[in-house]
């Protein structure tokens, strides 16, 4: 990896702002939630820069999301921890997009699941570890509904850090072995995210661990920021005219926004923005909720069920910043209810050949819905966010047997 090579990284941190009232903390030590209990943001100097990189020398780096280091807050090479991450892969689906009449240029899957540990969380873990790494921190804790525990246990046993993590008891098991297996101390917790991140809160002070929770520390976000980067590159540093977002947390939703608003103020991109697009599960909706009653905040969500594990998060310390993105732009959030995502999946599966995690698959939903109902058009571009490999997730099971010292019937094996 040719970023490895350098013994200090290039950094244009200044500080961090509240993202709430805007007001400065210092950069360069720990830092949890802002004094109004929101999330805190790392601030740049941009003309600096703007004068450091281009946007040819980016293009010709390797090394996955490390190549953005000038947008990045880690000071040393020896604190970047890689695992072999790549740029994830714009696939198009020809079938389904026939199905519905669309160029299959303009329907875009972005395929975040070929990432180290197989999602996206590992881009937002791999800059929070960094950093964690970079503080001299020694124990982290987290809640997960899987996928970012995995991340943050691969990453922080690599740093060589101790971690401890917390999911609800039906969290999908691959998920619970993985982090278990990849070096955490990892326990089921009868609920859910939100009170798994209670454990992790009411324990800082007995344990000494750091909360990594989502958006409880500035970093994640400066890693989930670099699929905007990353997107934009993709595409000639011209954005797609809408982004459909599995929502939970929505760090990378967040990210990906300010990701656009510091290319616009070096000069790489110009004012237009993508509409983006909240996409949640209909027993867990807090934020299609608060936007279609017009609010800035989003209550907790009661009783929250999906079997989209990722985006099943009753509450969201960074819900306004989420809601701000999704309006701001244009875009629309939109629930899905959990029989319409499985049979999405199914059908990109069978049709197309690319198996979408649960959550992705609610993305396709939200397209396809999107287009019916005339949100979108067929020859705007989208782009839909899978966020992890289906390969994590449970499967339905193949029945079908055939008896070796029997006679066999191809007939009926062509048939079916």
């Known amino acids: 990896m040719t970023s490895l090579k350098h013994k200090e990284y290039p950094n244009f941190v200044t500080h961090l702002e509240c993202s709430l009232t805007g007001e400065k903390y210092e950069a360069g030590i720990p830092q949890g939630l802002s004094k109004a209990g929101r999330p805190l943001l790392v601030r740049y100097d941009l003309d600096k820069i703007a004068s450091a990189i281009t946007k040819e020398e980016i293009e010709g780096r390797e090394g996955g999301f490390w190549r953005y280091r000038e947008f990045l807050p880690v000071t040393k090479s020896e604190n970047v921890i890689a695992l072999g991450e790549t740029t994830t892969p714009l696939m198009q689906l020809p079938t389904m997009a026939s199905r519905l009449n669309v160029n299959s240029e303009r329907l875009i899957?972005?395929?975040e699941g070929r990432l180290p540990t197989g999602s996206f969380k590992a881009r937002g873990l791999a800059l929070a570890v960094a950093m964690a790494k970079e503080f001299g921190l020694q124990h982290l804790a987290m809640p997960t509904n899987g996928n970012a525990g995995a991340a943050m246990a691969a990453y922080a046993?690599?740093?060589?850090?101790k971690t401890t993590i917390f999911c609800p008891d039906d969290t999908p098991e691959?998920?619970?072995?993985?982090i278990e297996l990849q070096g955490a101390s990892v326990y089921k917790v009868n609920g859910l995210i939100n009170d798994c991140g209670k454990i992790v809160g009411d324990g800082k002070e007995i344990t000494g661990w750091f909360d990594v929770s989502t958006l409880k520390e500035p970093y994640r976000i400066e890693g989930k920021k670099t699929m905007?980067?990353?997107?934009?590159?993709q595409m000639n540093w011209k954005l797609p005219d809408v982004i459909f977002y599995p929502t939970g947390g929505g760090t990378g939703l967040i990210g990906m926004w300010k990701a656009f608003d510091e290319l616009e103020a070096i000069g790489w991109i110009g004012s237009k923005r993508p509409r983006m697009v909240a996409v949640q599960a209909t027993g867990c909706a807090p934020i299609v909720k608060a936007?279609?009653?017009?609010?800035?905040?989003?209550?907790?969500?009661e009783n929250a069920y999906t079997a989209a594990a990722g985006i099943r998060v009753p509450v969201a310390v960074g819900d306004f910043l989420i809601l701000r993105a999704v309006r701001d732009s244009g875009g629309f959030a939109v629930a899905i209810p959990d029989d319409e995502i499985f049979e999405a999946r199914d059908e990109v599966a069978r049709e197309d050949g690319v198996l979408l995690c649960p959550e992705g698959a609610a993305t396709f939903a939200a397209y396809k819905r999107a287009l019916?109902?005339?949100?979108?058009?067929?020859?705007e571009t989208?782009?839909?966010?899978?966020?992890?490999?289906?390969?994590?997730?449970?499967m339905p099971k193949v029945e079908n047997t055939i008896d070796r010292f029997k006679p066999?019937?191809?007939?009926?094996?062509?048939e079916k």
């Open 291 to 301: 936007f279609e009653e017009g609010k800035e905040h989003a209550p907790v969500w």
């Open 382 to 394: 989208a782009i839909l966010y899978n966020c992890a490999t289906g390969l994590k997730y449970p």
């Open 174 to 178: 691959i998920n619970i072995s993985e």
């Open 372 to 379: 019916e109902e005339g949100s979108i058009k067929p020859n």
């Open 408 to 414: 066999i019937d191809y007939n009926s094996l062509i």
């Open 157 to 161: 046993s690599h740093a060589g850090l």
């Open 109 to 111: 899957v972005k395929d």
């Open 228 to 233: 905007g980067l990353e997107i934009a590159e």
